[in-house]
């Protein structure tokens, strides 16, 4: 078992940034994929960013060259750096690590708002 805390989302203004970390229970080493997802309301939930140790980084087409991810395996942490953030990027975001079994976090509401 492993338990997953989100942390850093809020508010912010269109254009501006957000740092979202994904602590982990236990090693992160081990897993095949790390990775973020989000739900907006209404929405199904989608693909935001995932590191996978067989086939490298990917991104969801929307937020190519606006958002990055990280993953520290000694702090057991992986990140999201959001950069250049819109209305439309507002939802719920979960961190994921995926493996032999699938683990979710709680998720950490961001809201891109004027």
């Known amino acids: 078992q492993v338990q997953l805390v989100e942390s850093g989302g809020g508010l912010v203004q269109p254009g501006g940034s957000l740092r979202l970390s994904c602590a982990a229970s236990?090693?992160?080493?081990?897993?095949?994929?790390v990775g973020w997802y989000r739900q907006a309301p209404g929405k199904e939930r989608e693909l935001v960013a995932r590191i996978n140790r067989s086939t490298g980084t990917d991104y969801g087409d929307s937020v190519k060259g606006r958002f990055f991810i990280s993953s520290v395996s000694a702090q057991n942490t992986v990140y999201l750096q959001m950069n250049s953030l819109k209305p439309e990027d507002t939802a719920v975001y979960y961190c994921n690590l995926d493996g032999r079994f699938s683990y979710w976090g709680q998720g950490t509401q961001v809201t891109v708002s004027s």
């Open positions: 236990r090693s992160i080493f081990s897993f095949n994929a």
